[in-house]
């Protein structure tokens, strides 16, 4: 075994952090320079066949990698943890191969679908939907074993090219009258840009690991894992990644339905990417510790998942309370209906912001079977509620279906961690971002009522934003090692941003704070 030094651990997550929120900025500004022209211009009727045919590709690829990726994320990060970069490379290379191969049977199987069973009026669209399938399955090794070496860096440049792609095509697309076939064509292009742009460094890095070789044992372990990951993923489909839409096309006859569904879930997923920003640096350093030392795990998911919560909270609070003013602003006034469905759906997903450190403990540990008896039952509640709910309510049914079952599982799986691994959440942080989150209603639901959606908008979030900061400040929430660990961050932004980042901590976490 290779010698191994354990880096900085705070400083890993604070670099991996930034890289990720750089990402997930660039996210944000393709929601809002793509989604919302989009569906101010097409309408809600014209985008909701794509939006199916979208969620459709996106479950493939997630399903038909059959735990490929994820099988590279556990064994990579364990390995690298352990030194044993020779068994890195293997693992690497043996699951880069196999997704290659899976992608170019399930895209060759799903163009064939479109083209004989498809709708006619979308048969080019669609197909162009489906061929990106290829580079997204494929782009998930690479972008797995970067997460699992704890380089977030290396993922960021290929996602900021495929957005620029996409953004550029979308605009063109709108300005040249090509319509949803333009938009889908830019998307292919924007992904295949990414895959190469990923793929090469990652494998040329591979190829300076010594060679090495895949026990037996070895082996049985990555099978007997993928396994759990696919019924996991089977089961994530239904409780995860917009199943409702499915029921939404066969229980309701408002096919516009499916959009105000479809706008409110990107929307409320690309907020959950705001916490993810730590998290998902978190959870990286929570798969490469199990290699390390197993029992710092504790430790790391409680402090990661602290910062979790004091970002996602309030903001996903905060969308929910503005959502009457933020989908007229955005979207329109044809978009109305939507209110309620992101209303209920933001609420729901402040609990569903906390879920990654607890799912990668269960993973890094290979605890998947209470997992999947918790995901079993999760499923079975969301296409109940389903059920019930979306003939007499549409959207607004699908979200209360898809958000109870989510926070269930959510709940579910903290609940085993504390039992199987001994972790004490901390709920009296917990409260005091709930207090703060709570006191912010009063007034912007006022400012609602009483100013036109923009201006309301803006000062409903000003106002939000002042009292949540308040109440921290009140209640004491920041502790003494909260500044060791959040200068880390100031370290890596510009220059010009230091200063005011110091001054704001200074001003949150004084000198003389103590542990709490």
């Not at 972008?143 to 063109?172: H, I, K, W």
């Not at 992904?191 to 090469?200: K, N, P």
């Not at 929307?267 to 290699?291: D, H, I, M, N």
């Not at 029992?295 to 309370?321: F, S």
């Amino acid at each position: 075994m290779e010698p191994n030094t354990e880096p900085n651990k705070t400083q890993t997550i604070a670099r991996n952090s930034f890289w990720y929120g750089s990402e997930t900025l660039v996210g944000f500004v393709l929601l809002f320079a793509t989604s919302i022209p989009l569906a101010r211009i097409l309408g809600p009727e014209k985008l909701g066949y794509f939006n199916y045919v979208a969620w459709l590709t996106a479950m493939t690829t997630s399903l038909g990698a059959l735990g490929i990726p994820g099988v590279a994320a556990k064994y990579i990060a364990e390995h690298i943890g352990r030194g044993e970069r020779g068994v890195v490379r293997a693992v690497f290379f043996r699951c880069f191969k196999l997704q290659i191969l899976l992608a170019t049977c399930i895209t060759a199987v799903a163009l064939g679908i479109v083209l004989f069973w498809g709708d006619p009026h979308y048969t080019f669209v669609s197909s162009m939907q489906v061929l990106s399938i290829f580079p997204a399955m494929v782009g998930a090794v690479p972008s797995m074993t970067n997460y699992a070496q704890e380089r977030m860096a290396a993922n960021f440049a290929g996602s900021m090219v495929s957005a620029g792609v996409y953004l550029l095509g979308v605009v063109l697309s709108l300005w040249l009258g090509w319509g949803l076939a333009g938009v889908a064509v830019s998307l292919l292009i924007g992904r295949l840009c990414e895959l190469i742009i990923r793929v090469i460094p990652c494998v040329e890095r591979m190829k300076t690991f010594p060679a090495g070789g895949i026990s037996p044992a070895l082996g049985r372990q990555m099978v007997s894992f993928a396994r759990k990951q696919v019924i996991l993923l089977i089961l994530g489909l239904i409780v995860w990644d917009r199943s409702d839409l499915v029921l939404l096309k066969l229980l309701s006859s408002d096919i516009k339905q499916i959009t105000f569904f479809s706008i409110v879930y990107n929307l409320t997923e690309k907020l959950l990417l705001v916490p993810r920003v730590f998290g998902g640096a978190v959870s990286a350093s929570l798969l490469v510790q199990y290699g390390r030392d197993s029992d710092k795990m504790r430790d790391l998911a409680v402090a990661g998942t602290r910062y979790m919560v004091l970002i996602g909270a309030p903001l996903l609070a905060g969308v929910a309370l503005v959502s009457p003013s933020l989908i007229r602003v955005m979207y329109g006034a044809q978009y109305t209906p939507a209110i309620p469905v992101l209303t209920i759906a933001a609420l729901f997903a402040i609990i569903k912001s906390i879920l990654d450190p607890a799912n990668n403990m269960l993973l890094a540990n290979d605890r998947q079977g209470p997992a999947v008896v918790c995901s079993l039952f999760c499923a079975a509640l969301n296409i109940g509620l389903d059920w019930l709910l979306i003939p007499a309510h549409g959207a607004v049914g699908a979200a209360i279906g898809n958000g109870v079952a989510q926070a269930t599982l959510v709940i579910a799986y903290w609940v085993l961690c504390m039992v199987l691994f001994r972790v004490a959440p901390d709920f009296r942080s917990a409260g005091k971002v709930a207090a703060g989150s709570a006191a912010m209603a009063i007034p912007v639901l006022l400012l609602n009522h009483l100013l036109p959606p923009l201006p309301a908008l803006i000062a409903g979030s000003i106002s939000g934003a002042v009292i949540y900061v308040a109440v921290l400040a009140i209640t004491s929430f920041f502790r003494r090692e909260d500044y060791a660990r959040l200068g880390h961050l100031g370290d890596i932004l510009p220059g010009a941003a230091q200063p005011a980042f110091r001054a704001a901590l200074n001003f949150l976490i004084p000198a003389d704070s103590t542990a709490r």
